[in-house]
């Protein structure tokens, strides 16, 4: 493996990290991270539940947490590593940061915004396009989700079965 594949995953093993956080609190497991100049200076986890608020999405947090760290809304310079492909109020609030690259573990056919529903990220006419990579630890990225969701469905089929 070459190095900058170990780079990758290894920046995208700290997002699942993340992810991991945001199950532990029976959210849907999404975690991001931002690196700058090779050193990570954001973390975020979903927590939409937890916050009732629907801004508290992982890549949201982490896009506030790297901003207030480099004292600019600008992240140019900045990667973000993703377990998820980002929704479409994600992929717009990464345009917006000036954010240069997305790593993404695995894609979202429902709601994705980085090229499964639509490509936000690299629209011609907007004055920034975000570089993508996909598939980083894909199935490691894509099993944390497809689990979470597996698990929530048999807990409903439980409760419906007790009532």
Known sequence: MMEL??????YMREALKQAKKAEKIDEVPIGCVIVY???????????????????SHAELIAIRKASKKL???????????????PCQMCSGAIVQSRIDKVYI????????CAGSVLNLLQVDKFNHQVEIEKGILED??????????????????VKSKTN
Not at 5 to 10: G, N, S, V, Y
Not at 145 to 156: A, D, M, V, Y
């Open 71 to 85: 004292g600019d809304w600008r992240l140019e310079g900045c990667e973000m590593y993703v377990t998820l492909e």
């Open 105 to 112: 573990g695995c894609m979202n056919s429902k709601a994705g």
């Open 37 to 55: 100049e090779d050193k990570i200076i954001a973390r975020g986890y979903n927590r939409r539940n937890t916050d009732k608020n629907t801004l």
């Open 5 to 10: 594949d170990r780079i990758k995953e290894k």
């Open 140 to 157: 490691e990225c894509s099993a944390i989700i497809s689990e979470f969701f597996r698990n929530l469905r048999e807990s409903k089929k």
